[in-house]
């Protein structure tokens, strides 16, 4: 018996991590469906895109006191009992625990395109990364599918390996849901200056090609040549092994402060990173899943104490959790760094600069400042930065 | 005993989330480069090693 962490990504890495730093020392058993110890994913769009993804180049610093965990990789957690205290993983091993961490993030959103397969990827894996990499040739004509971060990263990297981008989205504007309208438009200038073809407000009705995507046509008719097709179009929170438990998995898995499922069954369970829908004291009650690379640090810390005092008999802090969200974005040279929640926003107005240059754009709610986001100006955002920290005390 | 302090400055991208850790040793100048001290006293060997932590180009090595 023990810990049970399923999934090995940076949220269940840090929970670990916690566990030990806090004085837990039973087993820990670290579940993974992808072959790899816990990486590193933002270079995936960026870095390693662009030169050649290097596994070992990726993979995070394991701390000494993860030494004895127990990893089982390439086995997914298929079914979960919370009351027995067990998990079920897809080769039938049935994994007993005394507290278990729900570390299993997302996976990208797919689209029911009718049409050919092949030639169609996301991109949230190594394996995803290589297969895109490996088309990425000067000459490809590549169509991306959602103008958010990864999608506009994955533009900005193909233009700078020579290939052509196109970029296909149902939004107005690029990025306009974690930037807004003016600095999205912004954004979108950017890209078209470094040639990329922006068709907004549009889906993809089909996809042609006897073996692979050799084209694609829009809803307003437009039909595009592709030879390889990037899916970025939002995720599915990956908590179909928890089913049958009672949990609130309307969006990831709902979790109060302490990071803890609310539910009798999952007394000592608890949920971190992408898949935990928690609360957040700097933008009111609601609980939030935020995907952002950060958050499972700042989850996994949290719930790593919690599960460590529940087995300890002790009781866990259940104070307010307050972190404060943290986005960076490269695309070609620009560095684009925001902190709060951008997207909760019901104005606009850039403090400084150009909206079309380096500049500093602020985020107001009803509350006041809720988000900030830096084009190439990150070292002046510290003062921003504070201003929505400071909104933890009112 | 003191901590060592090493930033891969090739990978470094200067997003300065070490500094939010561990502000005595990392910091960001006027011009927005990192600069960083390579030793620190032991009794900060937690907030360096949480500085290493949440670097997004996980850039910082600690002994
Ligand atoms: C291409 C890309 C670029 C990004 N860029 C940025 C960026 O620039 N800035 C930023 O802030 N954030 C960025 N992010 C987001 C950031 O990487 C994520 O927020 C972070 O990886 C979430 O970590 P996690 O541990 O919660 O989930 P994950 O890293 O997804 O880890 C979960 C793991 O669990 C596994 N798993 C799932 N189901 C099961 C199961 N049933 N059994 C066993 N294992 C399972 C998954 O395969 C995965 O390995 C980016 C993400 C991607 C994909
Ligand atoms: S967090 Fe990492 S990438 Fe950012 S400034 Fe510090 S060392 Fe450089």
């Not at chain 1, 049409?115 to 990499?133: F, H, N, Q, S």
């Not at chain 1, 169509?143 to 052509?164: D, S």
Request: aromatic share 4%; hydrophobic share 40%; glycine share 10%.
């Amino acid at each position: 018996m023990g810990v049970v962490i399923v999934g090995a990504g940076l949220g269940g890495l840090r929970a670990a991590e916690t566990l030990r730093a806090k004085g837990y020392t039973g087993a820990i058993t670290i579940v993974g469906d992808e072959p790899h110890h816990p990486y590193n994913r933002p270079p995936l769009s960026k870095e390693a895109l662009l030169g050649g993804v290097d596994v070992d180049g990726l993979l995070f610093r394991r701390r000494e006191s993860l030494d004895d965990v127990e990893w089982i990789l390439g086995n997914a957690a298929v079914a979960s009992d919370l009351s027995a205290r067990t998990v079920t993983l897809a080769d039938g091993t049935v994994l007993p625990f005394d507290g278990l961490v729900i570390a299993s993030g997302i996976r990208p959103r797919r689209l029911p395109i009718p049409g050919p397969k092949d030639g169609r990827t996301c991109l949230r894996t190594i394996e995803e990364a290589r297969a895109v990499r490996d088309r990425l040739t000067p000459d490809a004509r590549v169509l991306i599918l959602g103008a958010g971060f990864i999608g506009c990263e994955a533009a900005a990297t193909a233009r700078k390996l020579g290939a052509e981008a196109t970029v296909v989205a149902l939004d107005e504007q690029p990025m306009i849901r974690p930037l807004g309208a003016e600095l999205g438009a912004a954004m979108r200038r950017r890209h078209e200056d470094q040639g990329v073809h922006f068709h907004l407000g549009q889906s993809i009705e089909a996809f042609h090609g006897d073996d692979r995507v050799r084209s694609a046509t829009l809803s307003d008719g437009t039909e595009l040549p592709a030879d390889i097709v990037i899916e970025a179009v939002g995720s599915v929170p990956n908590v179909e092994w928890l089913e049958g438990n009672g949990l609130d998995l309307s969006d990831g898995v709902l979790v109060d402060s302490a990071m803890q499922v609310s539910n009798e069954a999952g007394a000592n369970v608890v949920a971190v990173g992408d898949v935990a829908r928690h609360p957040d004291a700097l933008f009111g009650p609601v609980a939030r899943r935020i995907e952002h690379w950060n958050i499972p640090t700042e989850t996994g810390r949290r719930a790593g104490a919690t599960l460590a005092a529940l087995l300890a008999g002790e009781e866990p802090d259940r104070g307010p959790f307050t972190a404060m969200p943290s986005f960076w974005s490269d695309q070609y040279d620009h560095k684009i760094q925001s902190f709060g929640l951008p997207g909760l926003a019901t104005s606009t107005r850039v403090a400084d600069g150009d909206v079309d240059g380096p500049c500093i754009v602020e985020y107001h709610d009803d509350r006041g400042l809720v988000g900030v986001v830096g084009v190439d100006r990150t070292q002046d955002l510290v003062p921003y930065r504070k201003e929505i920290a400071a909104r933890a005390d009112c | 005993m003191t901590v060592r302090i090493h930033v891969d400055m090739d990978k470094c991208q200067h997003y300065g989330q070490c500094c939010f850790e561990a502000d005595d040793v990392f910091q960001l100048d006027d011009a927005g480069k990192l600069v960083y001290s390579t030793e620190a006293d032991d009794s900060r060997r937690e907030a360096v090693e949480s500085a290493a932590d949440v670097c997004p180009m996980q850039a910082i090595t600690v002994e």
